[in-house]
């Protein structure tokens, strides 16, 4: 999905081949007793009771406590680094640094430590210097401000805008772009222009916004000899695993990482950080665990973040609301890597409406700022944010409703794809019309027109549609059921369950096949040392990659038991199935034998089923899609805006679990909201570069009070079973791309004032409905 | 060019004369005392005028789930780095340490507050609640299990500080409004967005603290 | 985490205000804005002094002359709840209740409310800014969307306080303890402006520290109020408030004040809104003449100019509001 960095401890594992195809994929489930229901996690009880251990809970006997030192300035070159003070201080074991010493331990790991980990020059504020390793965190702390560091302070480009100028400082030599733009272009935009009844051009400008997980960026390592344990707090154990062995030169086989719980990522803990390295080498000259943990600070500076993007679009529309031309032009950074700054940025422009003539060029450039990491939906909800507000002009100025406008242009076929393959399945029309029904979006739009002219607290409603490049999943996935010889349930998979249920949608696939109770299932996940190779848990496609395989061990298993039982009960195995923990005949009622007394389970004790994800469809697409709406209430006077209700209308294919699903919804709105209306990264531009905003506080996570608690969460439940074989579609990062356009177009809707820049703040919206009213 | 952004380094204005002699704090790490809670939670103030130093390990207790713990602690840790990484009650999480999300949450004087921002010393006499301390032996309590039954969590990193808020708001009004359960939990982040899930919990919790009658 | 400092929990006022008195000695009430402060290197303490068993500092209470006492370690979130502040002097209570989070609020102290250091981001931050013995307000040329718009001279800093502009426009007095006599100052003479001393937000000397608040009895027709506008629902500061304390008798207005938070360094009277209101009825046009009276002398930053439409809505709803 994302451009790949050029920085080599970013770097992908090796290519895994593509395990085997199941032995033929099993029919589609049609209607399922467990799957789709609304269920409670099965691993609720350790989260609510605190008994769950997160990586950064883990506690080991004599662990020792990391911290890493960082460059203040946004660009400089380090001259000097003296440990000596540092070292000195009761309780600090270890200091690391690019100017060495290195002890025997490190040495090998020299070059990592000066290319790689402590990068020099320093290209961004937040650029690890130092490290150190001590008796507590405090005197951790104590050593790090005890590092005596000399800089070379140059200049800095703090803004992406101006990082072309002629006189920008170069945060590379090779120059300020990452790359040459990426051009796009379909049909001939000059005619389609020339045919459009109506064509409007706008900027539009989304603000950089950081992950800021719960749980902060970190792990625990461990050396057992030649034997490296993490507790990573990540969303695949396997990536750090790949990552890690490849810089510290190890074979997989002698990494280990375990990652049970994780307090959340959003595409931030996608990959190894600095800190996993670090960890590791300062475990390894101390001889002791370590536990290395990122300040809260350290993770706005240093761990990635949506890239700032400014967009120019331009659409032509015909009177009856046929699309005929857009014209997209992006500019983005990554900061001071490549690191995607317009990843996936013009996707939605090319792909989500039907339209004959496209043309879109997008521009990543470097900046002295933390690189970007894949944020939920990298680039859609930015292009979102234009194209959904220009949507909305464009309905405005052909007097048309603006859910006419976009089931006016519903495609059946991706566009943005070469040879248009079509949409496995696509439910915009039915996000578009379920919705707009089940919120009521007509007579919203009518009583919103009849509020006074003079009222100065004002409503409006506003709705976006949405679509999510990938979400389809894919091969490799590998899943192990077992079941033991009470008839009891293992679950054995490689993927990370970032908080989105996976476990819990996992053991409902099992229960479904098997029919046993999903809390009854025991659940080994996320573990190199124990489980199979899964891929990352992002892109919105654990549950269509893993469940498949996942139902397919759970067929394979049961397609044991149901041999083991023909030869015991003398029958065709066709005529036997698997109810509730006892095989029974379908076509004679009193032939059955429960699996505690099958004979060739309890002869081997454990049968054990693997299944594997079969490929795609070829010549296929598979996508997700979206619509939601939103009623707001504004206060001219003072800009505030209250959100009075959201809806989620979604087509992710089946409905796995009825209750995470929605859960999914709401945080994606949630999300969203924080995007459009109070999430910035603010950088000193015009003095030192530094962020000043780097803390929960002055940087704005919507709290309780900023979401509605009205949200309504409208499953457009179809299953895809041409997709995958259990007809599952991800939901985690569509929910989140319309949310803020929706929010706009409520703005607008309320006071007749178009926010092209977020955030839609009490102090942008005052400034702007002080300002000259824009016309109809 | 060089920019002047003098200040602009911290660390490089420090100096290391402040840090204080530890030398054997690794072998009183983990050498916590626990006890039964003997009678109240009665303070124990050092005496008026009577200086820990910086470079001192104090005694102190901590009367925590009703249990009494005895420590060594620095007067400047803080009562989640204790709770966490001294007595193992990881049940409280660490998200900001700077009193801004809410994850280290437990009742004190049985209100809600931020165990990041609370020195362990402060916290000395007075009963705390974690969210381990909501538990009936191995049962879930009541607030814990609206959590549960409601999804009111995802990554559930944030999730014992929400329990630990929503406890606080039923402890003081045991049937609150909608508007009085927003506000009470307006303190606490939950970054995966699960708030309203989070509403419906908090009073489901009411619900069943009144199922269980006085026994919650 | 933060450095190490020494502690102590003395027993009784005397005894604090000794310790207090040393160089480098610092106050612990809440301490949410103190720990804060050692976290990010604002300051440095030596020592840090436990109020902690300063029972008598705590607690609300009528006195006999008729004021209202508020003992200076009385919880923020025990004055938003007390029954006779919510039923005399509304404006507190609501400024109260709209400070920071609920757990701020239970822990952090009215005293400590009134006497917390500025919330500018290069104050708080890496940068050695004037206020913190520095040669440069970096706000003046950064990123100053949350600075002031009055009152700013060399430094541009706001006062962050909820609490102080609601005592402020009810008339309070501050009682503070200190190594010579104790002293009272009325609200009006406690906070500093840059104009004054940079350095500084409060009268307070070392080793001072202020024991209690004291509201006058309300006059016969007092109505009070505190509206703030912030950046989202909860744990924010003000980008714009207004404490009201208005003395309406026979539907008109007799006196009272008028108080900004958001807008200046220290917590900000206008008296050009007070002037405009002054014997009206707060009609319509008067509450819009009265919110552009005070903004007359705004002079907003390159990043604040917002905040000039800003006070006039809320300044006009809330004199709209307090006539209702």
Redesign the interface.
Known sequence: MTDRPDERYWEEGADVPETPAPQGDPAPWGTTEVVGTPRPRVDAYERVSGSAIYPSDVTLPGMLYGAMLRCPHPHATVRRVDLSAAAALPGVRAVLSAFGPFDRAVAPHEELLRDDLFVNPCRYEGEAVAAVAADTPYIAADALRAIEVEYEVHDFVADERRALDADAPLVHSSGNRVAQPNRYVRGDVAQGFAEADVVLEEEYRTECEIHTPMELHGCVAKWDGDMLTLWESTQGVFTIQSQTASSLSMPLSKVRVIGHYMGGGFGSKLRAGKYTLIAALLAKQTARPVKLFLTREETYLAVGNRPPTTMLLKAGVKRDGTLTALEFTGLGSGGAYRAGGTSALDFLIRDLYLCPNVRTETADVYMNAGPARPFRAPGHPQASWALEQMLDALAHAIGMDPTELRLKNVPTVSQARGGNPPYTTTGLEACIREGAAAFGWQEAVVATAAQPADAPIRRGVGMAAALWVAGGGGPPSTAIVKVLRDGSVNLNLGASDIGTGTKTVMAMVVAEELDVDPDAIHIEHADTGTTPYATSSGGSKTVPTESPAVRAAAIDVKRQLIAFAAEQLEVDPATLTLRDGRIVSTSDPGTEVPLRELRGLASRGTVTGIGYRGPNPSGKAVNPFAAQFCEVEVDTRTGEVRILRFLGAHDSGRVMNRLTYQNQVFGGITMGIGFGMTEVRILDVDQTGKMVNRNWHDYKLPTALDVPADMTCVPIDRPDDEANTTGAKGIGEPATIPTAAAVANAVYNATGVRMTDTTIDPARLVAALDGPRKGE | ???D??????????D?G??????F??SV??GALTVAAVGSAA?E????????????L?KVALHINGRRHELLA?????LS?VL??EL????????????????C?VLIDD????AC???A??AEGKPIV???GL?RGEE?GPT??A???E?A????????GQ?M?AE?ILRANPDPS?DEV??????????????????KAARRAAELKREMGGAA | MLPSFSYVRPASLDDAVQHLAAAGARAHAGGTDLIGCLRDGVFEAAKVVSLADLSELRGISDSSSGQLRIGALTTVAEVAADPVVRERYPALAQAAAAVASPQLRNQGTIGGNICQRPRCWYFRGEFHCLRKGGTTCYALAGENQYHCILGGSRCYIVHSSDIAPALLALGATVRIAGPRDGRAVPLDEFFVPPSSDVERETVLEQGEVVTEILLPRPEVGLRSSYRKVRGRGAWDFALAGVALALVITDGRVAGGRVVLSGAAPIPWRSREVEEAIQGTALEPDVCRRAAEAAMRDAQPLKRNGYKVPLFRGVIEEALTAIRA
């Not at chain 2, 005496?47 to 001192?56: D, F, H, I, K, Y």
């Open positions: 060019m060089s920019k952004v003098s200040g602009a380094g911290d660390c490089e204005q420090r290391s402040r840090v204080s002699r530890r030398g704090l690794s790490g983990t303070a103030a050092a005496p008026s005028g009577t200086v820990v130093q910086a470079s001192e104090t620095e007067p400047r840790w803080s780095f966490r990484e193992g009650l990881t049940g409280t999480k660490s998200g900001c340490d700077r009193g801004e999300c809410g994850a949450t209100v809600p507050r931020y921002m609370t020195l010393v402060e974690t969210v381990e538990m879930l814990q299990q959590f549960l039954e999804d969590f995802q990554c559930g990193y944030c999730t014992p329990i808020a606080g909608l927003r506000l009470g939990v307006s303190g606490n982040l939950c970054r995966c967005g699960t708030y309203a899930h989070i509403f």
